[in-house]
Nanobody, 119 residues
Framework: VQLQASGGGLVQTGGSLRLSCTAS????????WGWYRQAPGSQRELVAS???????NYADSVKGRFTISRDDAKYTVYLQMSSLKPEDTAVYYC??????????????WGRGTQVTVSS
């Protein structure tokens, strides 16, 4: 199983970006997705997570600005980011709790995509 994230880039303060992360491989079920970020000199932190459409969780710092969603048919999770601030600058990583065929449930990570918000 592999996760591939995309959609990062450079944006001005107040702008928007949409991150995507797609899982591929011998997938039986994806139980949950998460987006994390890590800024230079800081620890990786949870930005948003989703189990079902009605079960989402957001960091206080992004509530009202970011929206996480999932498309199960495409094995993909999205993070719509709006009203971006310089403090949102970080490498964003996707994470998924996946059961592959004939394997136990495991956590998988994508490689990360850089988001830079200029002031």
């Amino acid at each position: 199983v592999q996760l591939q994230a995309s959609g990062g880039g450079l944006v001005q303060t107040g702008g928007s970006l949409r991150l995507s992360c797609t899982a591929s491989g011998n997938i039986f079920n994806i139980f949950a997705w998460g987006w994390y970020r890590q800024a230079p000199g800081s620890q990786r932190e949870l930005v948003a997570s989703i189990r079902t459409r009605d079960s989402t969780n957001y960091a206080d710092s992004v509530k009202g600005r970011f929206t996480i969603s999932r498309d199960d048919a495409k094995y993909t999770v999205y993070l719509q980011m709006s009203s971006l601030k310089p403090e949102d600058t970080a490498v964003y990583y996707c994470n998924a709790e996946i059961k592959a065929w004939y394997q136990d449930v495991m956590d998988y990570w994508g490689r990360g995509t850089q988001v830079t918000v200029s002031s």
